[in-house]
């Protein structure tokens, strides 16, 4: 990462600004002493209102750090292969034919064989899996982020739950993203995915407590 500490540092401003531009929405549609919320009928594990706001100041910094990590790490081009790397011995083979009594070698050409995970395109970018991870981490930073407007302003647990719980399977598929691209990108990530799945039993408690909301 030492190399590439100008290309984290722009990458970092730009996770930076969206997932803060995401915070921002979901801090302005919160209002949690309006009376429809304080009617609500709520679990009593839930956390007091200014919990919520100690934890995910955290939690959106870890997400923008591991964002922006992985995806500086996927951007990086590949190194080329060593020459010969990946490749077997040349094996020959004979073609167990003999003439006027002399038993001759097989005419045929050597054949390789690749030992390892084969190298195409060696020094290109890694063009792909970065806009696959930028891809999945925009759906993410767009499903987290919607989740407070149909939850308060909406006033719809039940849209709320349903958003949260496509989060949760874009969280599955970021942590994975991340844990290839840089282990402690998605290492990163795990105290987000864990405080999501607390979130998401906690609104559907209040979904089950509050049938008529």
Do not use: C, H
């Amino acid at each position: 990462m030492t190399r590439n500490a100008g290309r984290f540092a722009r990458t970092l401003l730009a996770t930076g600004t969206a997932v803060a531009a995401g915070a921002a929405i979901g801090a302005r549609s919160t209002d949690s002493r309006s009376p429809w919320y304080r009617k609500l009928r709520k679990p009593p594990w839930q956390p007091p209102p200014q919990a919520f706001g100690l934890v995910w100041t955290p939690l959106y910094a870890l997400l923008a750090y591991a964002g922006a990590r992985a995806l500086t790490t996927a951007s990086t081009p590949t190194r080329p292969a060593p020459a010969g790397a990946g490749t077997g011995t040349p094996r020959t083979e004979t073609s167990g034919t003999e003439t006027s009594g002399t038993e001759t070698s097989g005419t045929e050409a050597p054949q390789t064989e690749a030992s390892g995970a084969e190298v195409s395109g060696a020094g290109a970018d890694v063009g792909v899996g970065r806009a696959g991870l930028a891809w999945a981490f925009a759906v993410n930073l767009a499903l987290n982020t919607a989740w407070t407007p149909l939850f308060f302003a909406a006033r719809s647990p039940r849209l709320a739950m349903l958003d949260i719980l496509a989060l949760n399977a874009s969280n599955l598929v970021l942590l994975r993203r991340f844990l290839r691209a840089d282990r402690r990108a998605g290492l990163a990530l795990v105290p987000y995915v864990a405080w999501t799945a607390f979130a998401t039993a906690l609104n559907g408690a209040i979904v089950a407590r509050n049938p008529d909301a």
